[in-house]
């Protein structure tokens, strides 16, 4: 996924980006409203600071937000409500405020991509993984062959989760912030306890491969066993 970082703040931008890198994204850099408007591939998603040199950040998020439908989270120094509420009302899908972590924003970017998906996705159809797996993410409804499978919401969650990116390694602890809970912090012993139940739903469809001491991967089958 391609995160655009509109951010002229160099040492904030920097570790922001090594961040977002860390996390598997792709990240182009800008540090003006002008370059932010005129960058030549579209962005999966916008980080836009809203104290640019050359232009109100708001202005630049008005225009992104007049071309289309990109996600935009909004970044200020300011923690005035009056800016979140602003940047919510001129397009923005979230906010965040600095100081910020890495991780609170890699959950935010995750949250609004997973509000954003459905709605993109709804005149598609449902998700086809394989011969024998559909998610419907609209709907939240998985099929297997044609029959719906049971899942849990958290069981859902997680495999809604693991197919945004097949074949992508996922560390325990963005699974737990992703789908458990942004603040997580303590034993993912209740992921394990998730994945157990999905490999035995879905055996023959997916695998969800652990990789020891780091976290997991769906590989998808294509020719199923
Ligand atoms: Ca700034």
């Not at 989270?73 to 965040?96: F, H, K, N, P």
């Not at 409804?141 to 958290?154: D, H, I, M, N, Q």
């Amino acid at each position: 996924m391609r995160v655009l970082l509109v951010e002229d703040d160099e040492p904030v931008a920097e570790s922001l980006r090594r961040g977002l890198l860390r996390y598997g994204f792709e990240v182009e850099w800008v540090t003006t409203g002008q370059a932010a408007l005129s960058v030549s591939v579209p962005p999966d998603l916008v980080l836009l600071d809203l104290g640019l040199p050359d232009t109100d950040g708001l202005d630049v998020c008005r225009a992104l937000r007049a071309r289309g439908d990109v996600p935009i989270i909004v970044i200020s120094a300011r923690s005035d409500e009056t800016d979140r509420v602003v940047g919510l009302e001129v397009g923005a899908d979230d906010y965040v405020s600095k100081p910020f972590g890495v991780r609170e924003v890699i959950a935010r970017i995750r949250a609004v991509m997973r509000r954003v998906q459905p709605k993109q996705q709804a005149l598609q159809g449902p998700d086809r993984y394989g011969p024998l797996l559909t998610l419907d993410r609209k709907a939240a409804r998985v099929r297997l062959a044609g029959a719906e499978v049971a899942l849990s919401p958290k069981e859902y969650d997680l495999l809604a989760f693991l197919t945004e990116e097949p074949g992508a390694l996922m560390s325990r602890e963005q699974i737990m912030e992703a789908v458990w809970d942004a603040n997580w912090f303590g034993p993912t012993k209740t992921l394990d306890v998730h994945v157990a139940a999905l490999r035995r739903k879905l055996a023959g469809a997916v695998l969800i491969e652990a990789v020891r001491g780091v976290g997991f991967r769906l590989v998808v089958q294509e020719q199923p066993e």
